[in-house]
Each structure stands twice: as C-alpha cells, then as structure tokens.
C-alpha cells in the first residue's frame, strides 16, 4: 500500500522499521530536507513566493536549525535511512552549495565513501540581478549514494535534438544514414592479446571486445578503417535512443507559481525515479513537502511512503494526489498519524 505518514520523521522512519518491517526493502529515496537557511518559508493566498516570505503568510515549514546541530539532525535520519535501504538501494539528498559540502562529508561516513556516485548540479532558476558580493547563484545540489556497489540502475537518456545529431554523427553513408565511429580499442594492456585482420592492439591498449565480435561486426559492414589502417566501430544515430545524462542538469528549474515553498521540478523526480527504481519498487520521501515525489511514483507505477510533520504539507499532499490522474491518492492509499509522538 501507498503510505502518507504525518508526523516527526524521525518516529515516521523508526516506525517504518520496527513496526512496518520495511528494513532492506526501500528501493529508492529521494530527500529534499531544509537547507539551514534560517527562514520560515510561507505561503499566502494559496502561493508560495519563490524569492521572499510573507510575514503575514501561512507557515509550511520553519528552516531554523543552523550549523553542527542540522548537519546531527540530517545524520540521524539518514541512519534509518541507509537501514530502510534495500541491498540494490540509491538515495538522492537535495541540498544547496553553503551547506551541501557538510552533508557530503558526513555522507561519505553514513553510506561510505566507496558508494558515493555524483554530485549533481541541477541549474534552478535564470539569473538574477541582486547586487551582492559573490557570483550570483542558480544552481543547487543532489548528492547521489548507493547502499552496494550493485544499485538498480536504468541507463537515464535524454533525446538528442537535431543539432545534438548533426554534431555527434557527422557522417552519412550511401543511404542517407548519419553515423561516427569510435576506437576498438581502450587504454590498457592485455596478458593475452589477439590478432584482429593480421594486427594487434596499439601498444599499451587491448581491444574492447573479443576478436570473434569484431569479425561479425566486419561481416555486417560495421567496421570502418581509417586513412592510416585503425579499425573503428561504426554507430549510426537512428540506432541510439538518446545521450546520456551528464552531473550538470539544466533542464529541471523550479516550478514558476509553486504550490508550496522550494517545491521542485516533477520531470526532475520522474528522471530520478526511472533511473534508480523499478516499477515494483518501494519510493520513500521523508520531507514529501507538497508531494511532488509521491507524484512521480505514483505516475511511473511505484509504491511511495511520504513523510512531512505540518499540516499544511499533508493537506496540499493529499489534494495534489486527489486530483491526480486516475486519483492517484486512491483506495489503497493509507494515512498515520504519528504526530503525537515524541521524537
């Protein structure tokens, strides 16, 4: 079942464990915690303002936890979070560059640092005008672990325009088919190197593949030899779905009118939730804020576990999933509320 929890998320995340017996099971969690800004982020008039707070406005969430005490806040949670994690698990902590740094350190002591994989720069907003000292700031920070070193990882590709083609298969052949080509061979000797067509590998490289699929690739006209004799693998642009993403995200900016403060981008989540889960996977966010990651779940076809404390999150949760597609709140959605315990 889709579970929305309200309550502190410590207790939420200790019940998860003791009482649900979910340890080991969650596949996937993406966390977007406060940033230790020092400031109680509002929303009026059923808007959350993306530059200032109202003072007159609603409360959603208070960002007052500073220094040493947050980074210790952040930590005890992601203990049971790493517990919650499935041997095939990722997590994706949202932060921003003047306290990201902190939890990356403390990270790499909770998850370890050999299962550290990116530190995502996702571009937030265009540039901005304000007169300060220090460049201006459009970007914040994902920083991406594993629980193993064998995650769930599904090739995340993004398409390729028309100028992406033209520029990265510049080539046509005889029928129109715009195609690169790329080297068979890869820095590195090998203890047992074969003959390819009569040569061998250039000295201190070894061959990509074995030389049986290089034949094939011969036979079927997918090697193209260069002025100077090299073999090359011939890739034609209409046989690859896309490029890959690189660890600087431009393409996901906050949302223009937000319904609640620091809400992200969906198609951010979607791409983080094809990526690192699998349709019968377990999703847990356990700052949900306005839902948008139960959201991206529920679209793609995973279960979710969602957490916030006010309930302001957990109203506008439940109407943003209510009003969803197909109702993705649903009958098999259930509440707790944990919020009387002490954390």
């Not at 109202?54 to 005890?76: M, P």
């Not at 949202?94 to 002591?109: A, F, N, R, S």
């Not at 992406?164 to 203890?191: C, M, W």
């Not at 620091?262 to 356990?286: C, F, G, Q, Y």
Request: with cysteine; charged share 30%.
């Amino acid at each position: 079942m889709n579970t929305l929890i309200k309550g502190d998320n410590i207790n939420a995340l200790k019940f998860l464990i003791e009482q649900r017996q979910l340890a080991g099971k969650v596949d996937l969690i993406y966390t977007d915690p406060p940033f230790a800004t020092n400031v109680n982020f509002t929303i009026t008039d059923g808007r959350a303002s993306t530059i200032s707070n109202s003072a007159k406005g609603d409360i959603a969430y208070t960002d007052k936890l500073l220094g040493r005490d947050f980074v210790e806040y952040i930590r005890e949670r992601l203990l049971l979070m790493r517990e919650l994690l499935s041997e095939r698990g990722s997590i994706y902590l949202h932060t921003d560059y003047k306290i990201g740094h902190y939890l990356k350190v403390m990270m790499d002591e909770v998850f370890g640092i050999e299962n550290f994989r990116n530190d995502i720069t996702r571009v937030k907003c265009n540039p901005k005008n304000f007169k300060r000292i220090g460049y201006g700031n459009i970007k914040d920070m994902i920083l991406f672990y594993t629980k193993t070193t064998n995650p769930i990882w599904n090739e995340p590709l993004k398409p390729y325009a028309e100028s992406d083609i033209v520029r990265l298969f510049p080539k046509t052949d005889q029928d129109g088919r715009r195609y690169t080509t790329v080297p068979i061979h890869a820095p590195g000797e090998s203890n047992n190197p074969q003959e390819f067509k009569g040569m061998m590998p250039p000295a201190g490289r070894h061959w990509r593949t074995s030389v049986e699929i290089m034949d094939q690739w011969d036979k079927e006209g997918l090697i193209e030899w260069s002025a100077n004799g090299n073999p090359r693998k011939i890739i034609y642009a209409d046989e690859k779905y896309g490029k890959r993403f690189q660890d600087i995200w431009t393409d996901f900016k906050d949302p223009q009118y937000p319904i609640y403060p620091t809400e992200k981008n969906i198609a951010l989540i979607e791409l983080i939730v094809r990526t690192s889960s699998e349709p019968d996977s377990i999703v847990l966010d356990p700052f949900c804020g306005s839902g948008t990651t139960l959201e991206a779940s529920a679209r793609n076809r995973r279960s979710w576990i969602g957490i916030d404390k006010t309930d302001l999150a957990i109203e506008i949760t439940r109407k943003r999933l209510e009003a969803g597609e197909g109702n993705l709140f649903g009958n098999e959605t259930e509440f707790i509320d944990l919020s009387s315990s002490k954390p």
